[in-house]
């Protein structure tokens, strides 16, 4: 397959053991970021859908940053997902839950964009310090 392919059109093999053995299962992620699990030869066939789930943006919104490190988000136990961008050239840092270290955690360069999912997600206020005074681009979705 080149390397050009959409990823809907990738499948993926699994083995996955079950009572009776070891039965082969196809996974495809389809574009809308739904994941269809369907039965292989040497089990039953049959298919999961496993749909993504909904997330419902907040208004954009915008921070300034400085050399101090300062509160950018409160904290938000239904946030289900955030991007930021910084856009300026200087560097940004962030901290989750505590007080951002100049150059320490997750830091953005100019322009650099920190998007939090599932792998890398707090409910804890969002704070940020800069090496000198930059705006970023806020959006958060619950």
Known sequence: M???QPLSN???NVLMGTDDGVTSRIIKTLSDGTVVVTGGSTGP???VVLNPPTQTPAS???AT???VSSQILAAN???TGLVIVNLSSTTVSFGLGAPAVLNSGISLTGG???EMDSFLFTFDAIFAIASDTTSLSI???S
Do not use: D, K, L
């Open 139 to 141: 959006q958060e979705f």
């Open 112 to 114: 650099g964009i920190w």
């Open 10 to 12: 990738f499948r993926h």
């Open 65 to 67: 940053v400085g050399v």
């Open 45 to 47: 066939s049959s298919e």
């Open 77 to 79: 136990p239904a946030r």
């Open 60 to 62: 954009p919104t915008s």
């Open 2 to 4: 080149s390397n050009n």
